[in-house]
C-alpha cells in the first residue's frame, strides 16, 4: 500500500483552510505553529505540491489545495461520523455487571445511587450469577469477583480484604454469655454459607476456638445466614465489612471480638485492552468507594 498521509495532516489542513490562520489551526490541534508547519510540509512534501500560500494575513489554499481538500473532505467526515456513532453506542449501551449477591446487596446496592448520580446516562444491569467470568463467552463488562487475584487473562484490583469473625445477635450472645466468656462453641448453632463453608474452620484454628460439641447450618448465601443470626437463630461466620451498619447500631455484635484477615478479597475484574466509556467511568468511581469504605 503506498503511503497515506496522517489524519492529523489532513486536520491541519482542513483548520487552516478554514480560518486562514496557521497559528489558530495550530491552536485548535493542540501543537505548536512550527510543529503544525512541519506536519504540513511534510503533506505537500508526499503529495508533491504545494497545498498553501503563506503570506504575511495568514495562509489560503492553492488551486491544488482546494482540489485535494475537496477530495478528501468526504472521507474526513465520514470518519468523524463514525467516530462518534461509535462513541455515543459505547455510551448509551447497559454496563453489564456481574457479581455476587452478598456484595451486591452488602455493599454495592447501598452506593449505586451515588454512581448514578454522577452517571445518569449510564444503566446498569446485574448478574448474580457465582462462577468465575469468561469475557469471550460471558454476556459481561464488568465482575466483582473473590479470591486471591490469580487470574492471569484479566486486569484485577482489589476491592475489599476478607476479614471474618462471628457475629450473633445481642440476644444470643446473652443466652450464651457462659460459653463465650469461657471462648467455647460447644452447643452453639454456628451459621454459614454454604459457598464459604471452611470460615469457621479457618476462623477456629486462628483463634484457637475448638469446633468440637458445635453444631452446623448451612445456608445458600451469606445474605441468609447474615439475616438468621440477626434473628437470634444462632451464630454467624461473617465478612463483617458487609454489617457494618448492624455492628454499629448493636443489631449484631462481635462475640469474640477476634477478626481474621485473610490473603483473598473481592476484586474488580475487567477485560485486558482497551475500555469502552461506561467501564472506564465505573472502574474509577468502584475504586474510589472501595477506598473510602
Not at 501543537?31 to 508526499?46: I, K, V, W
Not at 450469577?129 to 487470574?151: C, H, K, L, N, Y
Not at 469473625?165 to 450464651?176: G, I, L, T
Not at 451459621?191 to 477456629?204: C, E, G, M, V
Request: hydrophobic share 45%; proline share 6%.
Amino acid at each position: 500500500m503506498e503511503r497515506l498521509p496522517s489524519l492529523t495532516s489532513l486536520q491541519l489542513l482542513n483548520l487552516a483552510a478554514q480560518h486562514r490562520s496557521l497559528s489558530v489551526a495550530a491552536a485548535k490541534a493542540g501543537m505548536t505553529q512550527p510543529a503544525a508547519s512541519r506536519r504540513l510540509a511534510g503533506l505537500e512534501c508526499l503529495i508533491g505540491t504545494a497545498l498553501l500560500h503563506r503570506h504575511r494575513r495568514g495562509v489560503e489554499l492553492t488551486e491544488a489545495g482546494v482540489a485535494y481538500l475537496a477530495a478528501v473532505s468526504p472521507a474526513l467526515d465520514a470518519i468523524v461520523a463514525a467516530t462518534e456513532a461509535r462513541r455515543s453506542a459505547n455510551r448509551s449501551a447497559p454496563l453489564r455487571l456481574r457479581v455476587y449477591s452478598t456484595f451486591a446487596a452488602r455493599w454495592l446496592l447501598p452506593r449505586l445511587p451515588d454512581f448514578q448520580a454522577s452517571h445518569p446516562d449510564i444503566e446498569v444491569r446485574l448478574d448474580t450469577t457465582v462462577s468465575p467470568v469468561a469475557f469471550e463467552r460471558d454476556d459481561a463488562d464488568v465482575a466483582i469477583q473473590f479470591g486471591e487475584g490469580e487470574w492471569p487473562t484479566v486486569d484485577c484490583r482489589l476491592l475489599i480484604e476478607d476479614i471474618i469473625e462471628p457475629v450473633c445477635s445481642r440476644d444470643y450472645a446473652a443466652r450464651n454469655a457462659d460459653a463465650i466468656v469461657a471462648g467455647q462453641l460447644a452447643g452453639m448453632l454456628l451459621l454459614h454459607s454454604r459457598y464459604r463453608r471452611l470460615d469457621w474452620r479457618d476462623w477456629a484454628v486462628a483463634a484457637d476456638r475448638p469446633l468440637a460439641g458445635a453444631r452446623f447450618m448451612p445456608f445458600p448465601s451469606s445474605l441468609l445466614s447474615y439475616q438468621a443470626a440477626i434473628e437470634g437463630v444462632g451464630m454467624a461466620i461473617a465478612q463483617t465489612g458487609f454489617l457494618a451498619a448492624e455492628l454499629g447500631s448493636g443489631t449484631l455484635v462481635r462475640p469474640f471480638d477476634r477478626p481474621l484477615r485473610r490473603p483473598a478479597g473481592y476484586y474488580l475484574v475487567t477485560p485486558r485492552g482497551s475500555e469502552p466509556d461506561r467501564v472506564r467511568a465505573f472502574r474509577r468511581w468502584i475504586i474510589r468507594a472501595a477506598a473510602k469504605s
